[in-house]
């Protein structure tokens, strides 16, 4: 066995966090929905349970019926939740609940036509060497999420067509995410001479990578040339590697092979406390860091149940949009320098504004990428008061600077003529692979988390939503500078009604006292160390929420076993779903068309790989 | 006294290690080359506020053979780090290596199974930049220490790098009296 995770980390947990008495099964749902209500009397024994908890609709079913029901709530037209978001699994082996699987799945299904979410979830069977149908042959957003979960988890899956490890290296020896798996990594040694025992785990973690012949990826044929794109590569985005099949120079065939920016951060987020996960989920997505905050911090505050000062929200919405501002300048300027038209020159100017946006995030935080500016109860300060001038300079300056990309891009030939038309999606299989953000509203779907499921106030703000039916990467572009003006809109709305008062809930067993307060009072003295020390702790149960970051739903699902650190945490990447896309996009195109397609899609490895 | 008087005005002399190492140091052509958080501000460097062209490092080259400096820019995980080392070892000497960010310098926050506690365990490191990531202005300050180390070096040190590469060493080397000897034996 090789020698990957030498310590047991014994350290990380400290007493009293994981506190084996609390009685962790998350409770079951209760009541009854309309939605619910339908499937219960269609399926009637097999659901094991349905109904409400805290809000979201959950349905509890029996693995056997699984590919039934999701036949049905895909086909019946009174339900169509017509997309699956996102599917995960749990280990609920170190939980004291004795008698049921270790292993549960859960879905996230989504219905937009009529604006419901869904939680499925289903046990398992197997045991230790648990085994699920597949749900590919009902939705194609099901393959890449059931790989990665038989990749983390050790979940096999019957009738995949492709059931392969798609983070981790091929010859990895564990299923990381399991229980029985410890955290990983290196003891920090506190020794002064390097003769000491504990210096013996040091650079054990490498593991010896012979040279293997490469294997051609499923469906590919040697008739045809294999090229390798990536992992180091200009116009990948990151380290993304491409098996590509070309006859010629047309694309027959791609695979990605992810799994080179594969950092842990779900093992991770099983380990820390919930108020210091925050920080972890700025190097996610590491261009939307302030947006990465903000999905997890809705979250956590859904399982505790506080509400949010009004200035908070106020000044969390213009952090957001800031963000996403930010976030799509920087995708502009490296698909325009990738697809080249006025490559490096639009690069400079677009990021010449991005520095304008990230001089904002160090004036409220002191940092320009990974911000943690949105916490748990409110944001970390409240702006200082030449925030507000300095954003209106800029709110005022932008729309004019969009006016004039736009002038440098579509006046020219060369830019309408790589974009349109190529990497054509339709309708029903944006839908079908879990599309989300810019990518699903390029293809028609009229669908925006802020408007159609309002989070922290957005349904406040008068904004449009740009959709349209092309489906090509013309049409994504037209949406993302349509998405960056209104982005603009929402700033100004909020500027005009930023509300006075608190910047952060004065609720004490989630958010610190301030400094002045330990002073005075014993009581802000014991909460500022509890805080400090154990965390707060959460319901149990399990929650799922999702924003609508820059490149589309950036959903978190956390289960809680009512400690003060997460049992499991899962985040849905927009990137990585969407990624999922660019075979599809690519077939049949030219070779120089699929960096045309994976600038369109817009990907950050950070977030794909976590 | 000495050459200089003899030599007509404008004329300099200097050694050619030092002519060889003001060159080196004057145009450090980067890899094109982005791992994670830290290769945004590696970008940020590169454009018009931070402008990494006034020290001749504009010209990031997408090939290892083109390079001179590896910035190892994010958190290496397990499936990377044969591929940065594959890189680095395409890359011709004299070579440079920035371990930019606490990930690449020591594993930073991701203490686990997936990342390598520091690109040092697979590279030689000429520099290291805390920072998670650093700003711009720290890269260009691990620019300013690099060219400081660069102008250090010594042509004997390269041929002891070469001698240390070599597969037969030197002193491993037949004489020829012995292989004559060996012969007419």
Redesign the interface.
């Known amino acids: 066995m090789l020698n990957v995770s030498p310590t047991s980390r014994a350290y990380e947990t400290l007493p009293g966090l994981n506190d084996i008495t609390i009685p962790a099964l998350a409770p079951l749902p209760t009541g009854e929905t309309e939605d619910t209500k339908r499937i219960v009397e269609r399926f009637g024994e097999d659901i094991i349970a349905a109904g409400e908890h805290d809000g979201q609709q959950v349905i509890y079913v029996q693995p056997d019926n699984l590919v039934d029901l999701m036949q049905f709530l895909k086909s019946d037209p009174k339900l169509a939740y017509e997309a699956m978001i996102d599917a995960t699994a749990v280990d609920r082996s170190k939980l004291p609940i004795g008698n049921t699987e270790r292993f549960h799945m859960v879905y996230q299904m989504r219905s937009y036509q009529r604006k419901k979410h869904l939680m499925v979830l289903s046990p398992a069977p197997g045991g230790d060497d648990p085994v699920m149908p597949s749900l590919s042959p009902v939705f194609q957003a099901a393959i890449w999420p059931e790989r990665e979960v038989y990749d983390l988890m050790g979940v096999k899956f019957t009738g995949h067509p492709d059931l392969r490890r798609i983070l981790m290296p091929e010859h990895w020896p564990y299923h990381p995410l399991r229980k029985n798996i410890p955290v990983g990594g290196e003891e920090v040694p506190f020794s002064m001479t390097f003769d000491d025992q504990e210096f013996e785990t040091l650079g054990k973690q490498i593991l010896p990578s012979n040279s293997v012949a490469p294997t051609l990826p499923p469906g590919m044929s040697r008739q045809n040339m294999i090229l390798n794109m990536g992992p180091h590569h200009p116009s990948t985005h990151g380290v993304l590697r491409l098996v590509v099949e070309l006859d010629g120079e047309t694309v027959v065939n791609i695979d990605p092979d992810l799994g080179y920016l594969h950092s842990g951060f779900e093992k991770m987020g099983e380990t820390k406390r919930y108020k210091d996960f925050v920080y972890y989920t700025d190097r996610m997505d590491y261009l939307s860091s302030m947006n990465n905050n903000y999905g997890y911090v809705l979250t956590v505050e859904k399982m505790l149940g506080i509400t949010i000062p009004e200035r908070a929200q106020v000044i969390r919405v213009i952090m957001s949009e800031l963000q996403r501002l930010a976030s799509h300048l920087f995708w502009l300027s490296t698909h325009v320098l990738d697809v080249s038209g006025p490559g490096m020159s639009l690069l400079m100017y677009a990021t010449r504004e991005r520095e304008r946006i990230l001089d904002l995030f160090e004036m409220v935080c002191g940092a320009r990428l990974t911000t943690s500016y949105i916490r748990v109860g409110g944001v970390w300060r409240d702006v200082p008061p030449s925030f507000m001038s300095n954003l209106q300079d800029l709110v005022k300056m932008l729309p004019k600077q969009f006016d004039e990309y736009e002038h440098m891009l579509t006046s020219g030939p060369l830019w309408r003529e790589r974009l349109e038309g190529v990497g054509y999606l339709s309708r029903e299989d944006a839908i079908d692979m879990g599309m989300t953000g810019p990518m699903l509203r390029g293809s028609g779907v009229d669908w925006d988390l802020r408007r159609d499921m309002p989070y922290g106030g957005y349904e406040n703000y008068d904004f449009k939503v740009p959709v349209s039916q092309a489906g090509d990467c013309y049409a994504r572009y037209l949406n993302r500078m349509e998405e960056m003006r209104q982005s603009v809109r929402i700033i100004e709305q909020a500027m005009a009604n930023l509300p006075d008062g608190l910047y952060r809930t004065d609720e004490r067993k989630v958010s610190l006292p301030p400094r002045a307060e330990l002073d005075v009072s014993m009581e802000a003295l014991i909460h500022h160390f509890k805080l400090m020390t154990e965390g707060f702790r959460v319901n149990p149960g399990m929650y799922y929420h999702g924003i609508e970051a820059s490149k589309g739903e950036l959903g978190y699902y956390i289960y809680s076993d009512g400690s003060g650190v997460p049992h499991r945490l899962h985040v849905r990447g927009p990137s990585f779903n969407n990624l999922y896309a660019i075979s599809k996009m690519s077939k049949g195109e030219m070779l120089s068309d699929i960096i045309t397609n994976i600038g369109t899609i817009d990907i950050v490895l950070g977030e794909v790989d976590r | 006294m000495g050459l200089e008087e003899k030599l007509p005005e404008g004329v300099l002399t200097t050694s050619l290690e030092s002519l060889v190492n003001w060159g080196r140091q004057n145009s450090t052509w980067p890899l ?6 830290c ?3 590696m ?2 460097t590169g ?3 931070h402008d990494i062209a006034r020290y001749g490092s504009e010209l990031f080259r ?1 090939s ?1 053979r083109q390079a001179d400096l590896l910035i190892v820019s ?2 290496v ?7 940065i080392k594959r ?1 680095h070892d395409q890359m011709s000497e004299p070579k440079w290596v920035i371990a930019m960010g606490i990930c690449a310098s020591a ?1 930073g ?9 520091g690109v040092d ?2 590279l030689p490191v000429d520099v290291y930049v805390p920072g ?2 650093p ?1 711009p202005e720290a890269l260009l300050y691990a620019l300013d220490k690099l060219r400081e180390k660069q102008g250090k070096e010594t042509f004997a040190h390269y041929r002891q790098l070469a001698a240390n590469d070599a597969i037969i060493k030197p002193e491993n080397i037949e004489s020829l009296d012995n292989m004559r000897a060996k012969q007419f034996a």
């Open positions: 094109l080359f982005g791992l994670a958080c290769a945004m501000e970008i940020a454009t018009a506020r997408a290892p994010g958190r995980s397990n499936k990377m780090a044969p591929v890189i594993g926050p991701f203490n686990n199974y997936a990342i390598i506690q365990k697979i998670c990531p700003r």
